[in-house]
């Protein structure tokens, strides 16, 4: 059992209020909060070691590139990559995701099909949309079941990934559905027909103890802002071979090798994907953020979060006329939950929460295809973290039942 106290008072947002009542944050899958030892980490960088990276020669240049280049490192051992130069720093998950769809579908065209799925967030639809319309590929998807799984079975009924598909992106978890994908299952049927795979893991390894080598992706994107770290840097992992052989994304400083007017040569992977400025004191902060969960241990918050999930499904499951969307138990899923009360706009619901203090999220959590699959127009999402407690999934509840009377006095009792 993790001690959500001691956890908590390294998090002073935690302690605000909002008008009477103490903040409840349950939105952890938008943006999870920051512990002071992340904040500390930022700031002693400006304020010490400021410097650009891999240009000046002077003494706090050499300690900016050290810092920058050691929070690769810690990214790289924190997800069990073979190399610290199969990791690439992005400015967030969604620019990670359009560099997989640039590079690896440079070389995609007609005929060729990339597989997603109708639960993806839309970074990882809108990119593999432009990319099909760029080269005259088809997109395919996975639908889903009733229950908010993967249809594996229409799936295979459909011969969905076959010897045309060369590109296979799914969510490894859901970021409204809290669905488990076996994308390791999958990985393995791209494989077999010389498809690559890449895997949207935004909402799975600031969760889950993640293993890149196991997993059976060529591609995995994530990003700091919902492992504790800051916002603005994002990471695309990918196998040293396979980022050897693909086209540079963006051009400038730092990821060339010689510049002629007539032509170019690229740098190496990882800096051929890193032109321009990086984000130097954001990689110092995730680094410290990498530090704080490796001490508390991702085994141990797994845990924590799937007791929580269970109880908060558990609350939610017995409040008349609220409908969960997606798995009803803790079982193959995450912590995020989607679900809408009868007769009340999502919008509504999370105005009155907020009004409790209780900070949930509703729209379509940029996923409105999933939406429109489940016949809804938005949800509200409440997603936990490491620093949740029982009694604010108590909280939500009783925030929750307050909302549905207060709209439809008809479930009083």
Not at 173 to 184: A, F, I, Q, R
Request: with cysteine; hydrophobic share 45%; proline share 5%.
């Amino acid at each position: 059992m993790l001690d959500t106290n001691l956890i908590r008072a390294d998090f002073p947002i935690l302690q605000r209020r909002v008008g009477e009542s103490p903040l409840v944050y349950l939105d952890s899958a938008n943006t999870s909060q920051k512990p002071r030892q992340v904040v500390d980490a930022i700031a002693e960088h400006y304020l010490q070691h400021n410097a650009n990276v891999a240009r000046a020669m002077h003494l706090l240049g050499a300690e900016a590139t050290a810092a920058f280049e050691d929070a690769r490192g810690k990214v790289a051992r924190f997800i069990g990559a073979a190399r610290p130069e199969e990791v690439i720093f992005t400015k967030n998950a969604s620019e990670a995701l359009n560099l997989a769809a640039n590079t690896l579908g440079a070389s995609l065209k007609p005929g060729d099909e990339v597989v997603i799925s109708v639960m993806e967030h839309h970074s990882n639809i809108v990119p593999w949309q432009l990319v099909c319309q760029r080269t005259g590929a088809t997109l395919r998807w996975f639908d889903i079941t009733d229950d908010g799984r993967l249809d594996l079975e229409a799936a295979e009924r459909d011969n969905l990934i076959n010897e045309r598909t060369k590109i296979v992106s799914v969510t490894w978890v859901s970021n409204v559905l809290g669905t488990e994908n076996p994308v390791s299952a999958i990985a393995e049927q791209a494989h077999a027909v010389g498809a690559r795979m890449v895997v949207d893991a935004s909402q799975a390894v600031p969760h889950l103890a993640t293993d890149v080598q196991q997993l059976g992706a060529d591609l995995v994107a994530f990003t700091a802002h919902k492992m504790l770290g800051p916002t603005g840097i994002g990471i695309l992992w990918g196998r040293y071979e396979l980022l050897a052989e693909l086209p540079p994304f963006l051009g400038g400083g730092e990821m060339i090798e010689v510049v002629e007017m007539e032509r170019s040569t690229y740098a190496a992977p990882p800096h051929r994907f890193e032109a321009g400025t990086p984000p130097i004191a954001q990689a110092v902060g995730l680094g410290a953020a990498i530090d704080y969960l490796t001490g508390i241990g991702m085994d141990a918050i797994a845990a924590h979060e799937h007791e929580i999930t269970a109880y908060a499904l558990g609350k939610l499951t017995d409040i008349e006329g609220l409908r969960i969307l997606g798995p009803t138990e803790a079982v193959a899923r995450g912590s995020a939950i989607s679900f809408n009360l009868d007769g009340v706009h999502p919008h509504d619901v999370m105005q009155v929460l907020d009004s409790r203090g209780v900070a949930i999220r509703g729209g379509h959590h940029c996923a409105r295809p999933l939406h429109k699959r489940l016949g809804v127009q938005s949800s509200t999402r409440a997603s936990a973290y490491l620093y949740t407690t029982p009694a604010e999934i108590d909280a939500l509840a009783d925030a929750l039942v307050f909302t549905r009377d207060y709209f439809a006095p008809r479930f009083k009792g």
